[in-house]
Structures are given as C-alpha cells and as structure tokens.
C-alpha cells in the first residue's frame, strides 16, 4: 500500500524536536526553549486556523475506512501505484457517456435536507467557534473585495446516481444550507463538544442500516450535509494545465494549488421550473442568478415547509449538466477565470469521489480544453469577479494532446514521464521550492484525467 502525499507532521516534528534538542546542547540555542517546533506550530495554527476542526491531511484514512481502500483512486508515480483519499464512486473514464447524457433533479420525496438534531447538538460549540471566525474573515472580504465569503447560500447535496434510460444518467440531490455544510462536513474531527469527535460518531448518527465498520454510509443515509463538488481541470489550446494557487485570504486550504476552478453544485443549477410558485422566488424564477440570492437568506425550515407543498412533477424536472444557457458545469470557470462556456472546445465528464478527508463528501470532476492559448486565459483572469480567490496561476505541460483519448503506448509512456515530473514538482515540494503543493482535488482531477487517457488495463 502506497499513499500519495508530502512528509507527515509526525515525522516533520520529529525532525524539528531534534534539531532544537542538538542545537541546545551544542549551545547553538542558549535557552531551553523548542524554538523550532514553536515556531512550526504558530505557522501552522495561524496557517491552518479555522481549518484544524478537519484533519486536512488524514494521514491514517486506511485505518479509519479500511473497507474503502479497494475502492481508492490511484495515481501513477514512478512505476508504481499510489492511492488518494477519495474513493471511486461513479468513473466515466472508461466507455465514457458524454456529459449532455447527465441530469441534475430533485429528490421529489424529500427536496430539502436539514441536518439532524443530534449532529447539531454535536457540533454546536465547534460550529460557532467556526462561523465566527468565518464571519470576521467575511467582513474583511466584503471590504476589500466588495463582497462577503460567507454566508447561508443553498447548494446541491447527492444522494444518488440513477440510470434513466440506456444511457442516460440523473443525479438526485437535495438542497442544503451552506451553515450545515460548515456544521457538519467542515467540523468533523473537533472534540469541542464531546471526547469522541462527529467522525467517530457518525456510525451510530445514520438512520437506517449501519454502515460495516471502517466503511463510509450510503450518501442517501448519511447523517452530513454533502455538499456537492464540483472541480474543472483546464488545459489551454496551447497544451498547458492551469491551476490556481489559492489566496491565503480563502477560509479553507489557502495557498494550496487546486484545479483551475472548483466549487459546489447549488440551487442556481437546478431547472427554475422547480420553484415555479414558490414564495420566496415568486416572479423572479426565470433567473439562475435571481434564485441563487433570493435563497441565500431564506431559512432551511421554511424552505422546507415551502418545497413540500411544490407540484412533485415540477420538483423532479431535470436539468441537463451540459446546459450553456444557465453554464451549469462551468459557472465556477467564469466566476474564477472569467473563461466561459462558449471558450471550450471540449468539456469532458471525469466520475464523481467521496471524499475521506470531509467523511464521504461527494466532489464531480470535469475535464476541459479551451479554445484560448496560455496567455488568453492569463489575460482574462485579472478581470475575473472572484480573482481575489487565487493567489496566482500556474501552469504545467504534460506534453500530450489534452483532449484526445486515442494516445500510443508511446505516448502513454512519455505522458507517465511527465506525471512523474509533475508529482515530484508539486506534491510535499512547498518549502524548498517556494511552489505550493498540490491539493487533494487537483490531485484527484490529474488522477481520473490520466485514467481516462491510459485505460483500465494501466490500473491492474
């Protein structure tokens, strides 16, 4: 078993203590004063804060959910395979359907999830430790940037992917507030409330059948929010993947690289004629960007009493993801790139992972290839309204055609070369290498990318 990933803390403290414990004895250090692990562990607070309520690196996710390995996606490195924390729940790389094949809609039975009583009982001191924080860094935002980055917005929880014909896909989700997103998958291993942490507990918090031990829920009986990813790996006309580096100023995994745009599925990409009559969007349904900000204040109890009372056939009307009008799949794209739909040439659908790290959160992956060149996509982000959320972009050549599938042995081959170069590059490199290290999502993305340009056959 090989695990892809930068130098454990453990082994990072390790190192540190003795290099304080030599400098001190030496009399290199003329106190008695851990001046190395001090020093680490502020940067690591001040980096981390208000991140420490999840363990972002979960180093030990193969004794947490062993039965899930099997199911683990692997990455190629050195002729060798190794193994992320995101476990395969849908793959369209192999005999894959194109992305119009695929359709978002309602569960009909139950459109509105609000988390239970007990996981918010469980959490209710970390989540207002959290929110309060996440508020002040809001505020900030707001100043700066002209406009918050949190608040109550209404996303797409899945919890399911159904057949609907020969070949065609739904995926059934639910609508759920960002709060018990933030009070659920995004406090997951905090102890403020309890001795055992909301992951320890979730086994006995599922309604229905249990999960076996050391296996992750049923997505439809999980107890958390579930909020649904979605993350776009960018190749430009000119053969470059772009990434972002996130800005320090974002509330979660800040200076991180990531895919050149990732977000979450939420109310704006469902069919509008699912709130057709609904009060709080009343003659303003013809909007995606109108129900977005008319929900965002609406509380999830009355929405629920609301969408309960809705036409269940309006309710499970369907939205293809390959839609340019309401740009369902590449919103994020032109909100963080400012590169829009009719900017592709070609818009590829990866597979759906639950993610270990966030207890099974579901994240979709995509990948594209743009009609513009490198410096085009350069030009186009410094206009972009969510800029303030990279750091800077980078880019990286993994010397194949991106967007062809068909590739030689050879040029399979030389493409394993290029991923070689790309992990050592970017995974665990940060501090000698001033370049920030690749994020569990870009990780992933390249992952199912490169199995989609390899076959299964590379995976055996």
Not at 145 to 155: E, R
Not at 273 to 302: K, P
């Amino acid at each position: 078993m090989r695990l892809l990933g930068g130098e454990s803390s453990r082994i990072r403290y390790a190192k540190l203590a003795m290099g304080d414990a030599v400098g001190y004895f030496t009399g290199f250090s003329p106190v008695p004063i851990p001046l190395g692990i001090s020093g680490q562990l502020w940067k690591d607070v001040r980096r981390r804060f208000p991140a420490f309520f999840v363990d972002w690196s979960l180093d030990n996710w193969p004794m947490i959910y062993p039965r899930e390995f099997p199911q683990a996606l692997a990455m190629h490195f050195k002729g060798k395979l190794h193994y992320l924390p995101q476990i395969l729940y849908f793959d369209n790389t192999q005999n894959p359907l194109e992305l119009s094949n695929f359709h978002l809609q309602l569960d009909p039975d139950r459109p509105v999830f609000p988390i239970p009583d007990a996981v918010r009982a469980a959490t209710e001191t970390a989540f207002r430790k959290l929110s309060k924080h996440l508020l002040r860094r809001s505020g900030k935002t707001q100043k700066t940037h002209g406009q918050p980055s949190f608040w109550d917005g209404k996303n797409l929880r899945l919890i399911a992917v159904e057949d609907a014909g020969a070949r065609e896909k739904v995926l059934v989700t639910q609508i759920v507030g960002y709060h018990d997103y933030a009070s659920s998958n995004l406090v997951l291993d905090a102890t403020c409330d309890g001795p055992r942490s909301l992951r320890e507990r979730i086994p006995e918090l599922v309604e229905g059948q249990k999960p076996a031990e050391g296996a992750l829920e049923l997505l439809a009986r999980s107890p958390l929010a579930n909020n649904l990813g979605i993350n776009i790996l960018l190749f430009t006309a000119d053969g470059a993947l772009v990434m972002q580096k996130r800005s320090g100023g974002v509330a979660f995994r800040g200076r991180e690289l990531c895919p050149a745009a990732s977000g979450t599925v939420d109310v704006a990409d469902l069919d509008p004629t699912v709130f057709e009559g609904i009060d709080c969007c009343e003659s303003r349904h013809g909007s995606a960007s109108d129900i977005r900000d008319l929900l965002r204040e609406v509380e999830m109890r009355e929405l629920q009493s609301q969408m309960s009372k809705q036409e269940r056939s309006r309710l499970s009307t369907r939205a293809s993801l390959d839609q340019p009008a309401y740009d369902r799949t590449t919103r994020e794209l032109t909100e963080e790139l400012e590169v829009l739909y009719s900017d592709l040439a070609r818009l590829e659908f990866l597979g759906i992972t639950r993610e270990l790290v966030r207890g099974g959160e579901p994240e979709l992956f995509l990948g594209a290839v743009s009609k513009l060149t490198k410096g085009q996509v350069f030009s186009k982000w410094k206009n972009a309204p969510d800029k303030w959320e990279s750091e800077r972009l980078e880019t990286f050549a993994f010397e194949v055609r991106a967007g062809d599938r068909s590739l030689t042995t050879g040029e399979k081959l030389r493409l394993l070369e290029r991923v070689d170069v790309f992990v050592s590059r970017y995974v665990g490199k940060a501090a000698p290498t001033r370049r920030p290290s690749a994020g569990i999502t870009l990780l992933a993305n390249v992952a199912l990318w490169l199995r989609s340009r390899l076959g299964a056959d590379w995976y055996s």
